[in-house]
């Protein structure tokens, strides 16, 4: 398939436009915490840093309301964010990031209800994981851990910005949403970005070659040696969890402008109000 010309990969510049909402945030360095050794968080501080245009998820209320807003940190202050998805893994079947890519497949109100109230495993103890929300693109550099610096980070909110696209392809006016690199290797979608039907073939495993690799670890070079960021993709509407989920449509963030091809840059319209 052809991709169109477009500002972002024609010129390497960035759109703008005089409507631009940013919101001032922090980085959730108690999440972090609860994830992996504290020390590493403070030793290995490019890999929680942020890194400018990357989506930011904020940590909402936990899934198990009985454990209140939040299990694992303080709601004082600027509200909570992260960026590196690279401590939801443990290599293990029932890790924090199985976890969710299971409840991003949950295809009806009474499966999503069933697989709340369920746990998961970090560092050896059951772990309640809490609802996360797209909170917006970093405009501002802020560290993981306030030892290594200041915590606040400036998020882009609302109007058009040029980001990286994910692995499979956008077409100009698609609906996008954000999504864990995970769940494409966990062979959810197929190769349009389509989430797949539930039958009797098993997925199959789906990871990236060297070449996308190393395009979309590119920003982060070799100072962050664990660091996993979020990428976007083309929404489809769906029945029954085929072609999207309920739990995908609510991580629906904007439109795109332009075509784009498999981590090609692209130029994104946040209008999540009008979703």
């Known amino acids: 398939m052809s991709y169109g010309v477009s500002l972002a990969n024609a010129t390497n510049s960035l759109t703008d436009t005089a409507a631009r909402h940013t919101v001032v945030y922090r980085v959730c360095t108690d999440m972090y915490n609860s994830l992996v050794d504290p020390n590493l968080v403070v030793a290995n501080k490019h890999d929680y840093k ?14 198990n309301k009985s454990f209140g807003i939040s299990p694992v940190m ?24 199985s976890w969710y890519v299971k409840w991003y497949d949950c295809r009806t109100h009474e499966e999503m209800a069933q697989h709340r109230n369920t746990t998961c495993v970090v560092k050896n103890q059951t772990y309640y994981p809490s609802e996360l929300n797209f909170a917006g693109f970093v405009l501002s550099d802020a560290q993981g851990h306030p030892t290594n610096g200041d915590t606040a980070v400036t998020l882009f909110t609302g ?4 980001i990286r696209n994910g692995r499979f392809p956008i077409v100009a006016g698609d609906e996008v949403h954000w999504y864990f690199e995970d769940e494409a290797v966990a062979g959810m979608f197929d190769d349009d ?60 963030l904007g439109k795109a402008s332009i075509d784009a091809g498999p981590w090609e840059m692209t130029d994104l319209k946040i209008c999540r109000q009008s979703m």
Do not use: W
Not at 50 to 57: D, S
Not at 159 to 162: K, L, Q, R
């Open 159 to 162: 109007g058009m910005i040029t």
């Open 74 to 97: 303080s709601r004082k202050g600027p509200a909570p964010v992260i960026t590196n998805i690279a401590p939801f893994s443990n290599n293990r079947p029932d890790d924090l990031m």
């Open 50 to 63: 942020t890194v400018r245009f990357e989506i930011a998820v904020c940590i909402g209320k936990a899934f």
């Open 193 to 252: 970005g389509n989430r797949k039907p539930r039958d009797n073939t098993p997925l199959t495993e789906k990871p990236l070659d060297q070449q996308s690799l190393k395009i979309c670890t590119h920003p982060y070079g070799e100072r962050a040696l664990t660091k996993k960021p979020i990428y976007i993709k083309p929404y489809f509407k769906g029945i029954l969890g085929e072609g999207s989920t309920l739990a995908d449509k609510r991580r629906l």
